[in-house]
């Protein structure tokens, strides 16, 4: 059962209360980590008190993480039916990338007039280790994706905007299960990483129209790979 693989993928038989994170985040990470990973498939629904049970949580703290990863478009709380995994959908990834190109690329932009040569040297790391990764016999698909995050957070956090991060912050986790599909399923690693050192390029340049562009380009691809990946995984399933 999907409730099991969460259990056990997250190596514990229950969740301990002195961890420094509080536990519904906890709890909420473990969710959404299964259901990245397709370990929690689609349409499932997840039953509190047997989640409860496993997890050796209260039902109080899990129903918070629940509705976080409500909030976050991974689940789908409802009064009758209780928290059911989202479907993929085609219409919400057009949405959801199309706003975050938006914003990103202007952060790309801002970023390009106040990041600290202090910043570029991390954002140059987080690619090198990316880079690394990805020559990897076998990839740790997870760590790539949390670097992947890392980067595009960097860029944001170089706007100085704190608007605009706080935005890109929301859709980014409500993209993660894409970033995972683009990036491990579909094999676009290679290509996300010379469209990351293009950027980074730009931005060690302070060229903000080329910032803009490229990070709005490297949306784009994924979007419109990831909704032909979504058109033919529902073709498959009728």
Same mark, same amino acid.
């Given at each position: 059962?999907?409730?099991?693989?969460?259990?056990?993928?997250?190596?514990?038989?229950?969740?301990?209360?002195?961890?420094?994170?509080?536990?519904?985040?906890?709890?909420?990470?473990?969710?959404?980590?299964?259901?990245?990973?397709?370990?929690?498939?689609?349409?499932?629904?997840?039953?509190?008190? +047997?989640?409860?049970? =496993? %997890?050796?949580?209260? $039902?109080?703290?899990?129903?918070?993480?629940? /509705? @976080? #990863?409500?909030? &976050?478009?991974?689940?789908?709380?409802?009064?009758?039916?209780?928290?059911?995994?989202?479907?993929?959908?085609?219409?919400?990834?057009?949405?959801?990338?199309?706003?975050?190109?938006?914003?990103?690329?202007?952060?790309?932009?801002?970023?390009?007039?106040?990041?600290?040569?202090?910043?570029?040297?991390?954002?140059?790391?987080?690619? +090198?280790?990316?880079? =690394? %990764?990805?020559?990897? $016999?076998?990839?740790?698909?997870?760590?790539? /994706? @949390? #670097?992947?995050? &890392?980067?595009?957070?960097?860029?944001?956090?170089?706007?100085?905007?704190?608007?605009?991060?706080?935005?890109?912050?929301?859709?980014?986790?409500?993209?993660?299960?894409?970033?995972?599909?683009?990036?491990?399923?579909?094999?676009?690693?290679?290509?996300?990483?010379?469209?990351?050192?293009?950027?980074?390029?730009?931005?060690?340049?302070?060229?903000?129209?080329?910032?803009?562009?490229?990070?709005?380009?490297?949306?784009?691809?994924?979007?419109?790979?990831?909704?032909?990946?979504?058109?033919?995984?529902?073709?498959?399933?009728?």
């Amino acid at each position: 059962m999907a409730h099991a693989a969460l259990a056990g993928e997250a190596g514990l038989g229950n969740v301990h209360l002195e961890e420094v994170k509080p536990l519904r985040d906890r709890i909420a990470e473990m969710v959404r980590a299964s259901i990245i990973d397709g370990k929690i498939r689609p349409g499932e629904r997840l039953a509190e008190p +047997d989640l409860a049970a =496993r %997890l050796g949580v209260s $039902r109080t703290p899990l129903r918070e993480a629940l /509705l @976080q #990863l409500d909030s &976050e478009g991974f689940v789908n709380v409802t009064p009758r039916r209780g928290a059911v995994v989202s479907e993929l959908s085609r219409d919400d990834a057009v949405e959801t990338y199309q706003v975050k190109g938006v914003l990103e690329s202007l952060a790309a932009r801002l970023a390009c007039q106040r990041i600290t040569d202090a910043e570029l040297d991390a954002l140059q790391e987080i690619h +090198d280790r990316m880079t =690394r %990764l990805a020559a990897a $016999r076998s990839r740790d698909h997870r760590r790539i /994706l @949390q #670097l992947n995050a &890392e980067f595009h957070a960097a860029i944001g956090n170089a706007s100085r905007n704190e608007k605009l991060i706080q935005y890109i912050r929301v859709l980014r986790s409500q993209a993660l299960r894409y970033n995972y599909i683009y990036l491990s399923v579909l094999s676009h690693l290679s290509a996300s990483l010379s469209e990351h050192a293009g950027i980074l390029d730009a931005l060690t340049r302070r060229d903000g129209d080329a910032a803009e562009r490229l990070v709005r380009a490297h949306g784009d691809a994924a979007g419109a790979a990831l909704c032909v990946f979504i058109e033919q995984q529902k073709a498959s399933q009728t």
